[in-house]
């Protein structure tokens, strides 16, 4: 423009239909108004009125970010309950994580985390850290949180404990679901260096969210001790294991690596030291 109006050129986001509702949302965020041949705008005839406007803009090579945007805060709203609307009405999972993300987009507000560390390998294993963090929060958001440390399931089953099936095999099946759902909490108790089985039972004496602390040996409520699980997480892990269960069931039969021998290994490296190689002389 000359030097007279500072400005940058960014690529729109997304494509096709996805993209003139992502423009949509930005003009909403902003405050401002698409300016498009299908709706009748014309570049030329723009006003600064047309304009959207944010407290800071960030470009980079590949992402442009937005923050704090001055559009008027019951649009937004209404905005976002549109998408909810049609996140409710998807019937393809991309679709919807689609508009999930926009969802977040325009209701969470954006946030910067600067990752530091002495050294790489310090730094990757803080980054896996965050990335971890940053799904579960995700996940958080879907559906809400519940007790973590495996709590959360030691209550489902206790619950379910009086739960028969319509013959004896089926109830021995319950049976071996609900021992396996205490197992994230037995395995977190045991790499704490705890007794598992004195945990769980003390765990099961309690109710609602009360629950075992491993990193300070306390029990107490877990979601005032800041130990939470997204109920999306626990839900899917319940589910997948359930299903590859039920897949063993039915196939009768499992594929995996044969243990390695170490008394073999051990044999083949000891007899004469310095004939390893001889191995096949008498």
């Known amino acids: 423009m000359r030097g007279i109006v500072k400005v940058a050129a960014v690529k729109a986001p997304g494509f096709g239909d996805r993209r003139k509702a992502m423009l949509q949302d930005i003009a909403i965020l902003t405050n401002g108004t698409v300016i498009s041949e299908e709706i009748g705008m014309e570049l030329e005839k723009a006003t600064l009125e047309d304009l959207g406007q944010a407290k800071r803009v960030v470009i980079n090579k590949d992402t442009t970010t937005i923050i704090d945007g001055l559009g008027e805060q019951e649009a937004i709203s209404g905005r976002v309950a549109q998408i909810r609307q049609q996140i409710e009405d998807a019937t393809s999972d991309y679709d919807r994580e689609k508009l999930q993300e926009r969802v977040a987009k325009l209701a969470g507000g954006v946030a910067v985390i600067k990752v530091g560390a002495?050294?790489?390998?310090?730094?990757?294993?803080?980054?896996?850290?965050?990335?971890?963090?940053?799904?579960?929060?995700?996940?958080?958001?879907?559906?809400?949180?519940?007790?973590?440390g495996g709590t959360a399931l030691v209550r489902v089953a206790n619950a379910l404990r009086e739960m028969t099936g319509d013959n004896e095999e089926q109830t021995v099946g319950i049976r071996v679901a609900l021992r396996a759902?205490?197992?994230?909490?037995?395995?977190?108790?045991?790499?704490?260096?705890?007794?598992?089985?004195?945990?769980?039972?003390?765990?099961?004496?309690?109710?609602?969210?009360?629950?075992?602390?491993?990193?300070?040996?306390?029990?107490?409520?877990?979601?005032?001790?800041g130990i939470l699980d997204p109920t999306k997480v626990t839900r899917s892990a319940l589910q997948f294991a359930a299903s590859i269960a039920g897949l063993m069931i039915t196939t009768e039969a499992m594929v995996t690596d044969l243990p390695k021998d170490e008394k073999m290994d051990l044999g083949a490296a000891g007899g004469m030291g310095g004939m390893g190689g001889m191995g096949g002389m008498m």
Do not use: C, F
């Open 181 to 225: 759902m205490e197992a994230p909490m037995r395995q977190i108790v045991a790499n704490a260096g705890e007794e598992p089985s004195v945990v769980v039972n003390d765990v099961k004496a309690g109710q609602g969210n009360y629950g075992y602390n491993a990193a300070t040996e306390a029990y107490g409520d877990m979601i005032e001790m």
């Open 118 to 148: 002495a050294t790489e390998v310090e730094m990757k294993e803080k980054r896996a850290r965050v990335d971890d963090a940053l799904h579960a929060t995700r996940a958080a958001v879907e559906e809400g949180v519940v007790a973590g």
